[in-house]
């Protein structure tokens, strides 16, 4: 979990009353000067954090105003309202605020509040929406307020403002892929202060990247204790049929106002789940990682994966799962023929020399492709979890170094997957990938099937 502040102030803009014949009708009318403000963002509130005004495409939490922000003003001397909630409307365009507020007659001096956003019915009201998710009522719950006493009648009228909620971010981490990123993403904070003494479920905004969220919460204000208590799972995400809890929260939280809360979550591998984007190439989709158990693919491409390692006939018996061949890969992926591989890596961009020597008709598999050996490997990757790297114009494949037979064999050394081409002048043999530091094997090489080795999946475009 990480927890950071709100970040830089912006400096205090100087509004000058304009526009008067478009500003929306004011009361109470006054015959008295227009009042001028100093509008910005207070730099170091008592307790010493910085504050914002944080808008829905920010991921820095700098501060600025949004075109079209309102915010309201009120005057009030010796605690009578002469001045009651009047907008002010700001055009970023010229950095300006509009609007009519003037100082009524005979006034010398008036304490002011303002506050954002502008509501015209209630006032100024903190409070927070329980559906955030849309950028309209993000921006809503995002309460900030200001004072100004005793300020005295043709001076400008300084505002700093400072929010008066507390902002919750979650960035969700989905290392394997399990999200489909056709679902819908949503998350939930859960029971959370969205007022004085009560609290709820608020649904969150998410951002532009598609992995953060926010929310904006009621804080602790003197003696209501908004603490979120250790063992707290706060957040509630889901994907179509798929729901996530987040993890239990080590120390519990205390909400200030002004305050950024910043947590991540990572989402856990279920190969059931694992959905591969693939790498295309020569019109054709390879998955990014190897089979895991049967019709699923690896938690992730860069990890030893030799306890899913099978036998050929394994690989490919319809009585593997789905009654078609290839059944070892998930549905809508099939093993690769050895055409399909060696087109694989005649579109690598990163391999070495080939080599045909002791191959018959140089090296030209009865099906076309090279089958001969490339007796360099630049793309070999020597740190842990060694493999080699296959660079294509349409993405990096990467093939883990798991060795053979459950990964007892070699593991680190060199890496080997079937393909479903068998050998036809061998029973016992099939064609296969095979790769160590110094040397990739095209299609000519043949295992025997008693082999267990890795299996890599292929599927149309």
Known sequence: MKRILFLLALPLTMLTGCNEE???????????????????FDAAADNGNPQTRVVTDDYEFTNQWEDGDKIGISGVVNGRTLISNLPLTYNRATDSWSGNVFWPAGVNSMDFEAYYPYDASNGNTIRVRLDQSTAQNHSLSNMLTSSAPNVTAGEAVPLSFSPANALIQLTIIDSYMTLDPAEELTVTLRDVAVWLGSRADVKMFRMADGVTFRAFVFPDHGPFSFTIPAGTSMFLIQSGDLTFRSAPLEDGIDLKRGNAEMFSQSIPGDPARVIDPGVVVEGLRWATRNVGRQGTFAATPYVYDGEYQYFWDEATSPANGTGTDDSICPAGWRMPTRKEYADLMAAATNKGPATSESLPDGGILPDGGFGGVYTTNPGWVDTEPKGMNVETPGGTL???????????????????????????TLNNSAYSIYFSETQVQMSAHTGGRYRQMSVRCVAEV
Request: proline share 9%; charged share 10%.
């Open 22 to 40: 478009t500003a929306e009708p004011q009361t109470p009318s006054s015959a008295g000067e227009r009042i001028t403000f100093k509008i910005g």
């Open 398 to 424: 990467f093939f883990s170094a798991s060795g053979l037979n459950k990964g007892t064999l070699s593991q680190g050394t060199y890496g080997a997957c079937w393909l479903s081409t068998p050998v036809p």
